[in-house]
């Protein structure tokens, strides 16, 4: 069965540019994850899908970063327009299921963004 | 704290014991977790505690929980060179919430 795939795997755009990353979460999961890293830090959440529908989007650092998940598959997040402190690499994750019990969270193996 | 806090750096010895430690924010997370990250490859689940236990183990590792001072921990017994990787501390809140992470260097 496949992971969680995140496409591109790195990308180099210059500040003002436009980008789009894909994530392709573990097929039946429906939830969807991004969170991302910048160098050093801790890893952030930015937003939460249930199926289609946004259930979370509360670390999204502002509006030049929108995510859609249409049809319920499949993620984008786009960034437009770039800034450098975009930099860094943006996971995203997939569970079968929320609630209180463990749920295991599969990441991708991320996307890393430079910013130059 | 408002942050999940963790040492940034752990250098050892392979054979050595590795403890990694994490500071989290909420009493009343009901799961912790210890991550792993291998160099250009995701986040891997290596273990979780549920709140209500003090330890658990898995094989060469062990978890410890301190509720009241919300102190976790993370032990590896016989440490491998393949252990080397950053290991991120994480609290389950509505989204997971991690440390900044813990590089851990193995030195053969």
């Known amino acids: 069965e496949a992971g969680v795939t995140q496409f591109p795997s790195h990308s180099v755009i210059e500040k003002g540019q436009t980008v789009t990353l894909r994530c392709d979460p573990i097929?039946?999961?429906?939830?969807l994850y991004w969170y991302r890293r910048v160098m050093g830090k801790e890893i952030k959440f930015l937003l939460h899908?249930?199926?289609?529908?946004?259930?979370?989007e509360s670390g999204m650092p502002n509006n030049r970063f929108l995510a859609e998940r249409t049809g319920g598959t499949y993620s984008t997040l786009k960034v437009q327009p770039a800034e450098l402190e975009d930099s860094g690499v943006y996971f995203c994750?997939?569970?079968?299921?929320?609630?209180?019990?463990?749920?295991?969270?599969?990441f991708g193996q991320g996307t890393r963004l430079t910013v130059v | 704290g408002e942050d999940v806090e963790q040492s940034l750096f752990l250098s050892v010895r392979e054979g050595d014991s590795s403890v990694i430690n994490c500071t989290y924010t909420?009493?009343?997370?009901?799961?912790l977790y210890w991550y792993k990250q291998e160099p250009g490859a995701g986040l891997q689940l290596l273990t979780y505690?549920?709140?209500?236990?003090d330890m658990k183990q898995d094989q060469r590792l062990t978890v410890l929980l301190n509720k009241k001072d919300k102190h976790l921990s993370l032990r590896i017994a016989d440490t491998q060179t393949g252990d080397s990787a950053i290991y991120f501390c994480?609290?389950?809140?509505?989204?997971?919430?991690f440390g900044k992470g813990t590089t851990l260097s193995v030195s053969s």
């Open positions: 899908f249930v199926k289609e529908s946004k259930q979370d």
């Open positions: 994480a609290e389950k809140g509505t989204a997971l919430i």
């Open positions: 994750a997939s569970s079968q299921s929320q609630g209180e019990g463990n749920t295991e969270a599969f």
């Open positions: 097929s039946g999961h429906d939830n």
């Open positions: 505690i549920f709140s209500n236990m």
């Open positions: 909420d009493s009343s997370s009901t799961y």
